[in-house]
């Protein structure tokens, strides 16, 4: 898949469908992380209709549907509402942060009698329920599966918006507003699909960059800050992010630059990709 000014394309070249919601505002500078989440809705076509809906004042970037098909609502450049009150690494109000990916999944289900049914009263079969205990609640409960067409898909289009993007990292709405969200819920194997799509395991460092380019590294977020080396550090220092602002990073250099060794400063996030 690729990205062509901030639209989502197929292998074949082909657009994916887009279907433009009109909740969302403004544009994102820099995206920092990929949002996922379920919908908790009857079908993708539902979902669909609702967060291109005015008064539903929610969307998101793309929606994947049980069968893989996709639907992009906003273009990755804008901000989709679909984070709300919303708190990540330092950020608050991930809408400006983030891109937001919902799949067709109904979410948390009810026992009744011998039935899983959703909220909306839909039996589900006993072979699409995962029953799993919430990292942010005490018992067990059932959860609608994803499909395995529908995480093949969602895994492609991750990776092309982790590599388009450069993207920091990969969370789910329950991450970001665990008071309130319960999305993607345990049935999204969460741990595995970051690993595959941003290369490591969980006990690696998540927060290793190198600079795409000779980049200045200063004694503050912002270019008004003295250089701590005149000549910047050089195209492929690795280096490790410490602490984020706005589009600032405070990093820890893992080289040796010149005579320099315990170098640590501040540099744009523009030109840095993960190492």
Same mark, same amino acid.
């Given at each position: ?89 330092? =950020? ?9 990916? $919902?799949?067709?999944? &109904?979410?948390? %289900?009810? *026992?009744?009698? #011998? ?64 008071? =309130? ?9 969460? $741990?595995?699909?970051? &690993?595959?799509? %941003?290369? *490591?395991?969980? #006990? ?72």
């Amino acid at each position: 898949m690729k990205i062509k000014k901030h639209f989502l394309f197929d292998n074949q070249n082909n657009q994916i469908r887009y279907a433009p919601s009109p909740n969302c505002a403004g544009k994102i500078v820099i995206p920092e992380y990929l949002v996922i989440h379920f919908t908790a809705g009857r079908s993708m076509q539902s979902s669909e209709k609702w967060l291109t809906d005015p008064t539903a004042k929610a969307s998101a970037h793309l929606i994947i549907g049980r069968d893989g098909s996709i639907v992009q609502l906003v273009s990755f450049n804008k901000k989709a509402w679909h984070a709300g009150l919303s708190q990540w690494n330092g =950020r608050a109000g991930l809408n400006s942060y983030s891109l937001g990916i $919902e799949l067709d999944n &109904a979410g948390k %289900l009810k *026992r009744q009698g #011998n039935k899983w049914v959703t909220w909306f009263g839909e039996e589900i079969p006993d072979e699409d329920v995962i029953v799993a205990q919430h990292k942010h609640e005490i018992s067990e409960s059932g959860w609608h599966a994803y499909t395995k067409e529908q995480l093949e898909t969602a895994l492609m289009v991750s990776a092309t918006l982790v590599q388009k993007y450069n993207l920091l990292d990969i969370v789910g709405h329950d991450d970001i507003a665990p008071k =309130r969200k319960t999305d993607p819920g345990p049935a999204f194997p969460m $741990e595995n699909f970051r &690993a595959h799509i %941003l290369g *490591r395991s969980e #006990n690696e460092d998540d927060m290793s960059f190198i600079t795409t380019e000779t980049l200045n590294i200063r004694s503050g977020p912002s270019a008004r800050y003295e250089k701590l080396i005149p000549n910047g550090l050089p195209k492929g220092t690795k280096v490790v992010i410490l602490e984020a602002q706005e589009s600032w990073r405070f990093v820890d250099v893992f080289d040796s630059v010149g005579e320099e060794m315990d170098l640590q400063g501040w540099v744009h996030m523009r030109y840095l990709k993960r190492a």
